[in-house]
């Protein structure tokens, strides 16, 4: 699978995980829309990963890691309130943000690899 793939599922995921924690939770946060936000910006950099835009890869892979980095604390929240859904909802979006970062990863090391065969 190619970093677009990757960044695209994982934008799929933030957006759909967090709307519906967001919409089905009895006191909704507007810090719940996070996730929301950032894969909408990520799922507007797909275009650019594709066509292997280094600007735009970097910043997704930039938002990519801050995602990560902040969903810690939602887990933490979820395991501490004992709700097995929240628990599931974010450890699907950290495990496809995991997934994205490695194959942004994998990327940059192919195009690395290619520049210094040619």
């Given at each position: 699978?190619?970093?677009?793939?990757?960044?695209?599922?994982?934008?799929?995921?933030?957006?759909?995980?967090?709307?519906?924690?967001?919409?089905?939770?009895?006191?909704?946060s507007?810090?719940?829309?996070?996730?929301?936000?950032i894969?909408?910006?990520?799922?507007?950099?797909?275009?650019?990963?594709?066509?292997?835009?280094?600007?735009?890869?970097h910043?997704?892979?930039?938002?990519?890691?801050?995602?990560?980095?902040?969903?810690?604390?939602?887990?933490?929240?979820?395991?501490?309130?004992?709700?097995?859904l929240?628990?599931?909802?974010?450890?699907?979006?950290?495990?496809?943000?995991?997934?994205?970062?490695?194959?942004?990863?994998?990327?940059?090391?192919?195009?690395?690899?290619?520049?210094?065969?040619?």
């Amino acid at each position: 699978m190619r970093a677009h793939s990757a960044n695209f599922i994982n934008s799929i995921s933030l957006i759909m995980m967090s709307l519906w924690g967001y919409l089905t939770s009895d006191s909704p946060s507007a810090t719940a829309l996070i996730p929301t936000i950032i894969g909408v910006i990520l799922l507007l950099c797909y275009t650019g990963v594709k066509k292997e835009n280094k600007i735009i890869a970097h910043l997704a892979v930039l938002l990519t890691l801050i995602v990560l980095v902040g969903l810690i604390k939602p887990l933490i929240g979820a395991i501490d309130r004992d709700d097995n859904l929240a628990i599931v909802r974010v450890l699907i979006m950290i495990s496809t943000t995991i997934f994205a970062l490695v194959k942004f990863i994998q990327s940059f090391i192919e195009a690395r690899k290619n520049r210094e065969n040619t």
